[in-house]
């Protein structure tokens, strides 16, 4: 949903699939920790602190998207890598496979940096146990052109409006755009819709299509359209791309609406295959010191779990108005509701 | 040089270097194995793998390996993949007509030039073979978008007042940008089976006293169609694959069949249905191909 762009999953999946078939069991020196994560999540300044306090080689893989990282924990049941980092509706699929073990937050003392915000996660806890630890996050906002709104727009209906007919675009995901019309509905539980919740959101986004000009495919995907001109609105894909409009030149501002939106939050799991969990619980540990969220912060413009005003200093303030993405009810279902949405045409 | 070899063989020991007869043939071996087992493990091993999982299913996000026909099933009995599937084959026949006619008219004209201007043209006409795609859209898009080259031209002019959205982000936006990005490979194929027409035909049609307009219909088009066709069906099968250009010029109309593959892997992993959908457009592409191998054997038995 984030990060993502036209890399596709089945071409990344596939390719983790064959990877992972490739991978021969690792035969390392004991003091090894190996990673799967996201760019940008294991950045040099921090990987070499860690190394050079805990005496261990730190061992660092890429990932493109979900699909890849849950081909590459299933191939060898989590024994490949030590700790992941993966986003809030993941987390119940990784524990139903058993991919990855509780976190023990008495090993991890900077647990206390977290923010209340970040302190309990619903969606990461099962059975009353963390199984894992919030570390970056964004949101899915409004974009708006200030030359067109004076006012932030207060709600997400404002992409119902006629006046905006045709200057509306909308990012291409299932998921974001059903959740986010949820919100808008004032649905309780977003992930976990009834059949006539379900219809009342498929009437409704098809309302909507008859205003959005297109639904983009991608982070530079949308912010090039919205810099063609001809564009006051965007549902967004993250916070990044507002200051990618104001580069091209475009004025704009970025809300959260009052329904709320939807945030994600990628987080630090340990793996059920973890060689050394004591070397993983260290490295959750060290992830959570204010420096590397500061850092995060500043050089990437997602949001941190554990310096306020780093956060503040972007703009990252709702962090309370946000509802964090858990796993749907049925994601396929999702899926077909959205392509019928997509394929359904409209005058 | 003769009498060296000669001498050489006859009384020295074997040349150092000269394979055994069994050493030859392990490397024949090895050199077949490569030959053939390269393409069979980078194609046919995905290939396989994809026809695997579409008889397989998922249950809770997990896959589960038990043969079902159910993923078929479903694509037949959900009237929006259907609806899309067929929308598709629609857009890509269309832009291959639109390929067929206006790459006839173009390789025709490139083709009754005479010497290296000829040449020269052809080489023009194709070069946008080798621009990458992703840049050819975004070209297209910088063309015809809100304040794109066109709608600029058309103020300019005086022509608009304002400039119009009619241009992108509609189906009108789809077929030109797929036109502009797929003319070249037609253009090729049609100016190859117009350039294989022997000069002496249209010289004998000519002493016979057939006009040209009479050359042309009983001659150049009968002889250069099969092939033109080919060409055309070449590049329906490249514009059904093709969900970018409509994804990204195409607006709210732009969900196309290779979008809709593409929904089913990532956050929604539900790879075997996925799978069976590649495998859908996989056999309608043979069938294309199949149709236009048929053609081009007919052709030549004529």
Redesign the interface.
Known sequence: ?HR?D?V???AA??AG??LAGTLAPATAAPKELRILTWEGYADEPWVKAFEAKTGAKVKITYTG???EI?AKMTASKGQDFDVIAIET?SYK?LT??KLIQPVDLSKIPNAKNLLPAFRDVSAIVFDGKPFAVPFAWGSIPLIYDKKVFAQAPASWSVLWDEKYK?RIIAM?D??NAIVTTALLLGYKDPFNLTDAQFAEIKAKLLDQ?RF????Y?GFD?GV??FA????DLMMSMGEPQAPMLQKKGVDVGLTIPKEGAIGWIDCWAISAGARDPELAHAWIDAMLDKKVGTYISEKTGYGNTTNADANAAIGLTYADKLVFLQAPEN??RR??L???I??T??E | MTDLSLAASGAGPMIAGAPSPHRRQLRRIALRLAVYGLPVLLILV?LA?FLVYSFWT?V???VVQTFTLANYIDFLA?P??R??FI?TLWLASIVAATSLIFGYIIAYLVWRLEGRLRYLLLLLSVIPLAMNY?VKI?AM??IL????FLNWLLVHTGILDT?S?LFI?NQTAVMITMAVIYLPYAILPIFLSLERISPSLLAASADLGGRPGQTFRNVVLPLSLPGSIVGALFVMVLALGDY?TP??V??????TFG?????????????P??AAL?VVLLLSVVLIILVAAAISRHARVK
């Open positions: 949903m993502r036209f596709t999953g089945a999946g596939l699939l064959l998207s979900v699909d849950f509706s699929r139903q496979e045709g291409d299932a998921n299509k959005v000009s297109t639904y495919a995907d090039s359209i063609q001109g001809g564009v994601f396929a899926i077909d959205w392509n019928e997509k394929a045409p409209v | 995905p793998t998922t809770d996000g997990q959900k929006v993949y609806g899309v929308g992703i975004y898009r910088n978008g809100y304040n794109g400039p959205k982000f970018l994804q990204m195409g607006g709210n109309q732009g969900f979008r809709a593959i593409w929904s089913q892997f990532g956050m929604a992993f539900n790879w249905f996925g590649a």
